[in-house]
């Protein structure tokens, strides 16, 4: 059985940082692309970030680029979102999502989500 | 940037009702079109890709269909479980990949 689970979401304040980690098992980790998906209270989802299977290939929204890092590591199946220069608009439940096949776009697999306030 | 626009904001039916969403694109994404569902305090959870493709799992009472800009998720007969919200989702030309802002659907 396919299981993501995300951990380092809390409370921190603007312009601070933040390390988010999610954890991948019941599958082969490094034959999927893996992405960040986040949702504001309330709001509807929005894509993040999302990284190929090699870590080739990355790609972030431009309401994240230049303050958000995804990564990845093979060997301990987990995928990671470092944020910096955290600002309240980033403040969501944010998940870590495998693509369907290799690197289809879709989402299929689902953490639980971690969620992130930017506050002071 | 893909803009998606789903109708209505808001659906009132009964179970047992035909359930008809809607998504439109700016722009063509061809078939490149996914759906989730998402009920309070859950993931989302996908049903279609591929505009016409049931998720493994997917009961078939949840179809969808178009191509282009418009495209249609139908749940033919609701259960009480299918009230939640409905998402569509694009992968045509990503990055970035973009979400509708969803469709609630309760119990009238």
């Given at each position: 059985?396919?299981?993501?689970?995300?951990?380092?979401?809390?409370?921190?304040?603007?312009?601070?940082?933040?390390?988010?980690?999610?954890?991948?098992?019941?599958?082969?980790?490094?034959?999927?692309?893996?992405?960040?998906?986040?949702?504001?209270?309330?709001?509807g989802l929005?894509?993040?970030?999302?990284?190929?299977?090699?870590?080739?290939?990355?790609?972030?929204?431009?309401?994240?680029?230049?303050?958000?890092?995804?990564?990845?590591?093979?060997?301990?199946?987990?995928?990671?979102?470092?944020?910096?220069?955290?600002?309240?608009?980033?403040?969501?439940?944010?998940?870590?999502?495998?693509?369907?096949?290799?690197?289809?776009?879709?989402?299929?697999?689902?953490?639980?989500?971690?969620?992130?306030?930017?506050?002071? | 940037e893909i803009v998606l626009t789903q109708s209505?904001?808001?659906?009132?039916?009964?179970?047992?009702?035909?359930?008809?969403?809607s998504c439109r694109a700016s722009q063509?994404v061809?078939?490149?079109l996914a759906w989730?569902?998402?009920?309070?305090?859950?993931?989302?959870?996908?049903?279609?890709?591929?505009?016409?493709?049931?998720?493994?799992?997917?009961?078939?009472?949840?179809?969808?269909?178009?191509?282009?800009t418009?495209f249609?998720?139908?749940?033919?007969?609701?259960?009480?479980?299918?009230?939640?919200?409905?998402y569509c989702q694009q992968?045509s030309?990503?990055?970035?990949i973009t979400f509708g802002q969803g469709?609630?659907?309760?119990?009238?």
């Open positions: 059985e396919v299981q993501l689970v995300e951990s380092g979401g809390g409370l921190v304040k603007p312009g601070g940082s933040l390390r988010l980690s999610c954890a991948a098992s019941g599958f082969t980790f490094s034959s999927y692309s893996m992405n960040w998906v986040r949702q504001a209270p309330g709001k929005e894509w993040v970030s999302s990284i190929s299977t090699s870590s080739s290939y990355i790609y972030y929204a431009d309401s994240v680029k230049g303050r958000f890092t995804i990564s990845r590591d093979n060997a301990k199946n987990s995928l990671y979102l470092q944020m910096n220069s955290l600002r309240a608009e980033d403040t969501a439940v944010y998940y870590c999502a495998r693509d369907r096949t290799g690197s289809s776009g879709y989402y299929p697999n689902w953490g639980q989500g971690t969620l992130v306030t930017v506050s002071s | 209505p904001a808001t659906l009132s039916l009964s179970p047992g009702e035909r359930a008809t969403l063509s061809s078939t490149y989730y569902q998402q009920k309070p305090g859950q993931a989302p959870r996908l049903l279609i890709y591929d505009a016409s493709n049931r998720a493994t799992g997917i009961p078939a009472r949840f179809s969808g269909s178009g191509s282009g418009d249609t998720l139908t749940i033919s007969s609701l259960e009480p479980e299918d009230f939640a919200v409905y992968r030309n990503w990055p970035p469709t609630r659907l309760e119990i009238k």
